[in-house]
């Protein structure tokens, strides 16, 4: 087992928390999981493009609130295996490493908490194995109605010719993981950065897919935000420089998959929950508390509480760290 310490930068504490490392067996895979603190176990669960290293402020914060708190790197990331066939992604099968994290551990329940992809995955998990979670957080994607159709469907046949990444991420022969992999300095630079980050102007402007490529069409930030140092943006492009980037972006290539997995499924997630995101995230698209808990209180049982933080962005556990692990206390203090 490895260790590391990781300064806390929560607002009442500022000493060094020890986060250790190790490879564990889930569901047919090696997976190495980062582990703070002892007491009831939280499980944190990273999105796209990110890695067990976006919760570095949840692990010390959580440990030190007393909580036992585990992040892995997920399927396809990091030290963990990452299959080459796109149909090993889909959102059962992630349910089913996320579960086999608890049996590795000798755990039968935890709080589960994702955050972007990780919030699909986790929003999913709960809805297949109710039994062994006390309560879920969603952060940045709230859980939505299923589509009337196979989502790539609309997708496609709504964005026609333009570019859309998601669509980017299906077409065929690896396009978009090879865009990545040349320069993973430049789409993690891009896409690490705040609402009000100033940007010179995007390389491509046409919004056609046939003029190009993700990268180029994101304006390259004049200076990174804050919240996140240049030390600890290099753990990103490093992890991404080792591993690659086709695990996560096999994620998206599931879409229809989970589509059709979840047919004839009850939709409604029996377990308490609570959804936790910047205000200002684009993937919420400016909606208030009232419009989102009206989408997403009819598939809820048990919706506790909707945290907005103001004026905070996509990567809100790492831009507003304080104010997001007091709304996930709050919500495990009131399970």
């Not at 496609?156 to 669509?167: A, H, R, S």
């Not at 004049?222 to 080792?242: G, S």
């Amino acid at each position: 087992m490895i260790s590391a310490t990781v300064e806390s930068r929560s607002a009442d504490s500022a000493h060094m928390t020890e986060i250790s490392f190790q490879t564990i067996q889930t569901n047919g895979i090696s997976m190495r999981i980062a582990e703070a603190g002892t007491g009831p176990l939280v499980l944190f669960i990273h999105g796209w493009p990110e890695s067990w290293y976006s919760w570095r402020h949840q692990l010390t914060g959580l440990a030190e609130a007393g909580y036992r708190v585990i992040a892995p790197d997920m399927r396809g990331y990091g030290d963990t295996d990452a299959p080459a066939e796109a149909s090993q992604y889909s959102v059962d099968i992630l349910a089913k490493d996320v579960v086999g994290i608890l049996d590795a551990l000798g755990e039968d329940k935890a709080t589960l908490v994702g955050h972007d992809w990780g919030a699909m995955v986790v929003w999913n998990t709960a809805l297949f194995h109710p039994e062994r979670f006390n309560g879920v957080i969603g952060m940045s994607v709230p859980y939505v109605p299923r589509s009337d159709r196979p989502p790539l469907e609309i997708w496609q046949e709504t964005m026609g010719d333009n570019f859309f990444y998601i669509n980017y991420h299906n077409e065929p022969n690896g396009v978009a993981e090879a865009e990545y992999d040349a320069d993973p300095e430049g789409m993690i630079t891009r896409l690490y950065t705040s609402p009000d980050t100033p940007r010179h102007d995007p390389e491509i402007t046409d919004p056609k897919r046939a003029a190009g490529g993700f990268i180029e069409r994101i304006g390259e930030p004049k200076e990174m935000p804050a919240w996140i140092t240049q030390e600890e943006l290099d753990y990103y492009i490093n992890e991404f420089k080792r591993s690659g980037f086709r695990g996560g972006v096999n994620y998206y290539r599931n879409f229809d998959t989970n589509w059709h997995l979840t047919e004839g499924v009850d939709p409604v997630v029996q377990i308490p929950s609570a959804f936790i995101s910047g205000a200002a995230d684009m993937v919420i698209g400016g909606a208030d508390e009232a419009g989102l808990r009206a989408m997403m209180e009819p598939q809820m049982s048990d919706l506790r509480e909707i945290t907005l933080i103001p004026a905070m962005g996509h990567w809100v556990q790492q831009e507003a760290p304080t104010e997001t692990n007091q709304a996930v206390v709050r919500f495990i203090k009131s399970l």
